[in-house]
């Protein structure tokens, strides 16, 4: 039962305090905030009062926009954070190779997941906390509803914006589509949790099991996300296991169609080159289709064909291998002659010389035919890649095959694959003298050819000669050079990236970085890297630094088993103490040298970021892709002194440089939680003068508000990235963490605390009208109350439009080939339709808001 009068004097002070509470709020003639001093957390003030009403609420909006505009410049600076700690890279050596390769600490996935999303929520979480502790603990309306009003604004809006970036006829699709599964069920499934505890398992009671429940599915997401990125669920596939176009094989299929292509070729192709062909290779009919091709052919219905069809040659060449028995065509053989090649598409090795065509007849065969060829430039280029050719193909009687060949011209540069075409056209009877009947002759289905031409250059393999290697530091700055050898092939020129990266060792202290690119000639296997080693002076210490190779071109790769993998080549340099000048080291304070000289680097770095805080676009001239210097227009200057007053508080964040990026992390969240209550303040303030109760103001200028730097984020990764995991995904599970984290740890808290605590007069005095005078029988102590009302109405109808929206994705999907993007006409409908579900939840949120 309720304690109403406890007999301990704690509880007799607890009473009599919060008693005085209830009666000033009762004597109170408007108790809202805008009519009440003290009310929020930093605002409003006394002398407010005096200002006229349409006064206020014009300074209260202003200031509120330009809390956003805050929110918006810290959280590059948290975001930055959380690039530093994930992008942290470790070694350790791998058991299989014996060699050391070097990993990122944080999984993507994982990173994503919880920092990055963290950094994409923060306001909103850090909103519904501080308003729980605003309140002394009893649940609001403005975290919660900001939170599904941010999920719907994310979920609906953003989405629209990025499918709308896309160029027109370009798609962007989901890549890790297990991963993505998990999110946008839990997406789901989060709001339908919120639901079923306010409404079903406990209506308008959160319970601690609720609390700690709702708080667990966080970690569980984690747990089930990672878990699908790396394979670990039946019927997934580790992301970095590269692509395999050729599907529906088992390894056993695969191996005897492996054998084939290198019988065929006398077992002279490389494991690539084999790959390159398996790739180019189409799918075979689904069981779908060729049920559907089946029924067509009973009834008399329009034949399903496999539309490409990619067969092997011998010798060197690629060749028709198709089925041995072709399917007549349904029409009357006697009075048509139909000529079409063999095959729709072929590949063919560049140094195979030449590609043999074979051009069919079927059909009526009494009669000379002829029919005229020529090739067409696709990708591949007549006199750079084949040789132009077109003519007339002459089909005596009774003649069903003719053949010609098209040289292919073999160069040294290295070539991505490319293609062109040959065409039939013009198909003719011949009329003899003894002709009594003559039939047509037309041209088949195979009327085109598509001729693949597979570069067979081998460019080479990049590497460093070791993985690691031990320098040994001089008593004056030396030059050391850093020998890169060009492996496996060196035809045509190929060249790459390098640059230096600090790990231990700090750049222009214990060494000069490098950034440039290699170039190797046709032929050229070996170059350097000169990096000067300085004379920082050690005692007993071993620094590290590490020299990259990256963004091979030319055709050159990096060899996938050293250390960087196939994406880059590590070299990885241990500079450490000469033995020779280790007497005189001992003369000198070698550890204390060194954090003063990481002290200085430090320092150089924070005063950087106060430079880019006071100068317009960073105080430095940027030129643009034509070398043209970009200054700052009217925008930028009316922009920078808007922001600057937050640009300077917010310099004062510690650079990323100190602790990993953690100080900067904590830093920069703590500023965010106060520029969240800010925000909290003056939007309960401008909703109270607008007449709008907090639920209204959460899901429009809130919601809004909290989202713009992820619209603009999402809106640049879906124009930028290849694929469409980082537009969409992120939105997916910044909405689950909003839940899981912007609910369930205010809300466990609370629940808590109110299970530990008795219950007083104003507690009382809130909920008493609602649960009714046996109040004292329901629980045994406190309970913390969310009236679900408006809120739950609000969850519910976002969830509806979270499943359309989450339906819609996966219809465009199928029928464009990507989430984002696609033909003009549908792009429009389907970001229409997005923003008008987004309309729709506006609507009945604020309706039933506003009248309860």
Request: charged share 20%.
């Amino acid at each position: 039962q309720i304690h109403l009068q406890p007999n301990t004097s704690r509880g007799l002070r607890l009473v009599g305090y919060w008693g005085d509470m209830a009666g000033r709020r009762a004597s109170e003639a408007d108790g809202s905030i805008c009519r009440s001093p003290g009310q929020g957390v930093f605002f409003p003030l006394e002398h407010e009062f005096e200002w006229s009403d349409g006064v206020r609420s014009f300074l209260y909006f202003t200031f509120l926009i330009w809390c956003f505009l805050g929110i918006m410049t810290v959280s590059d600076l948290f975001v930055g954070a959380i690039e530093r700690i994930t992008s942290k890279r470790a070694r350790k050596l791998n058991p299989e190779t014996n060699r050391y390769v070097t990993y990122l600490v944080w999984n993507p996935t994982v990173a994503n997941l919880s920092l990055m999303a963290l950094g994409s929520s923060a306001p909103e979480i850090l909103l519904s906390v501080i308003e729980l502790l605003r309140n002394r603990m009893y649940a609001g309306d403005l975290g919660p509803s900001t939170i599904v009003g941010s999920a719907a604004f994310n979920l609906l809006c953003i989405i629209a914006v990025c499918i709308m970036a896309i160029p027109d006829g370009e798609v962007r699709k989901i890549k890790e589509t297990p991963v993505f599964v998990v999110t946008a069920s839990f997406s789901i499934f989060a709001y339908l949790w919120l639901v079923l505890i306010l409404t079903a398992s406990s209506p308008n009671i959160v319970e601690i099991w609720e609390g700690a429940l709702t708080l667990s599915f966080f970690p569980i997401l984690l747990v089930l996300a990672y878990m699908a990125d790396r394979g670990m669920i039946p019927g997934t596939k580790p992301s970095e296991l590269g692509h395999n176009q050729v599907i529906g094989m088992t390894h056993e299929e695969l191996a005897q169609r492996r054998a084939e292509i290198q019988k065929a070729h006398r077992n002279t192709l490389t494991e690539e080159q084999v790959t390159r062909f398996l790739m180019v290779e189409s799918q075979s009919m689904s069981y779908g289709q060729r049920r559907v091709a089946a029924m067509r052919q009973l009834v008399g219905g329009r034949h399903v064909e496999d539309h490409i069809k990619v067969v092997v040659s011998k010798g060197s060449k690629v060749m028709p291998a198709a089925d041995e028995e072709h399917e007549e065509l349904n029409t009357a053989s006697d009075k048509k002659a139909i000529l079409q090649f063999r095959v729709m598409k072929m590949a063919i090795l560049e140094s195979a010389g030449a590609v043999d065509v074979v051009v069919t007849r079927e059909g009526a065969l009494d009669h000379t035919v002829s029919v005229d060829y020529q090739t067409r430039d696709g990708t591949a280029k007549k006199g750079s890649d084949f040789e132009h050719l077109e003519g007339t193909l002459m089909f005596p009687p009774n003649v069903t095959e003719k053949t010609f060949s098209v040289k292919i011209i073999d160069d040294i540069a290295f070539e991505e694959d490319e293609e062109f075409y040959l065409d039939l056209s013009n198909p003719q009877v011949h009329a003899s003298a003894d002709s009594m009947k003559m039939p047509t002759a037309e041209l088949g289905h195979h009327a085109q050819l598509t001729v693949v031409i597979i570069d067979d250059d081998l460019p080479g393999t990049l590497a460093f000669t070791e993985d690691q290697v031990h320098v040994q530091e001089q008593m004056k700055d030396f030059s050391h050079h850093f020998v890169v050898s060009r492996k496996n092939g060196s035809t045509g020129e190929v060249s790459c990236a390098y640059k230096t990266e600090d790990d231990t060792a700090i750049a222009n202290v214990d060494y000069e970085p490098v950034e440039g690119t290699l170039t190797f000639a046709h032929g050229e296997t070996m170059k350097d890297i000169e990096v000067v080693i300085k004379a920082r002076g050690r005692y007993d210490k071993t620094e590290m630094f590490r020299l990259l190779l990256t963004d091979a071109a030319g055709g050159a790769k990096f060899d996938p088993k050293g250390d960087g993998g196939e994406e880059c080549c590590i070299h990885s340099v241990l500079i450490e103490t000469n033995q020779e000048s280790r007497k005189q080291l001992d003369r000198i304070m070698g550890n204390l040298q060194s954090s003063w000289d990481k002290s200085k680097v430090g320092h150089a770095n924070w005063a950087e970021q106060f430079r880019d805080a006071i100068y317009v676009l960073g105080g430095e001239e940027e030129q643009d892709e034509d070398g043209n210097v970009i200054t700052a227009g009217i925008g930028d200057w009316t922009m920078h002194i808007i922001s600057l007053p937050w640009k300077l508080v917010f310099a004062l964040v510690p650079p990323t440089d100190y602790c990993g990026g953690w100080l900067a992390f904590f830093t920069s969240l703590a500023m965010i939680g106060f520029v969240t209550a800010l925000v909290g303040d003056l939007a309960a303030l401008f909703g109270c003068m607008c007449g709008w109760p907090d639920q209204v103001t959460a899901v429009t200028i809130v919601a809004m508000g909290t989202s713009l730097p992820d619209t603009f984020a999402s809106k640049a990764a879906a124009m930028q990235d290849p694929h469409a995991d980082n537009s969409v995904g992120n939105v997916t599970g910044s909405n689950s963490v909003n839940v899981f984290l912007g609910i369930g740890l205010p809300w466990l808290i609370a629940a808590i605390y109110w299970n530990t605590v008795d219950t007083d007069p104003e507690w009382l005095a809130r909920y008493g009208s609602e649960f009714g005078v046996n109040i004292d029988q329901k629980w045994d102590a406190g309970a913390f109350v969310v009236m679900a009302g408006s809120l739950s109405v609000s969850v519910a109808v976002f969830t509806g439009c979270a499943v359309s929206c989450i339906g819609m994705l996966a219809v465009r999907r199928h029928l464009y080939g990507g989430e984002l993007g696609g033909p003009v006409g549908p792009k429009y409908a389907c970001a229409i339709f997005l923003v008008l579900l987004w309309v729709i939840y506006v609507f009945v949120s604020s309706w039933f808001a506003l009248n309860p």
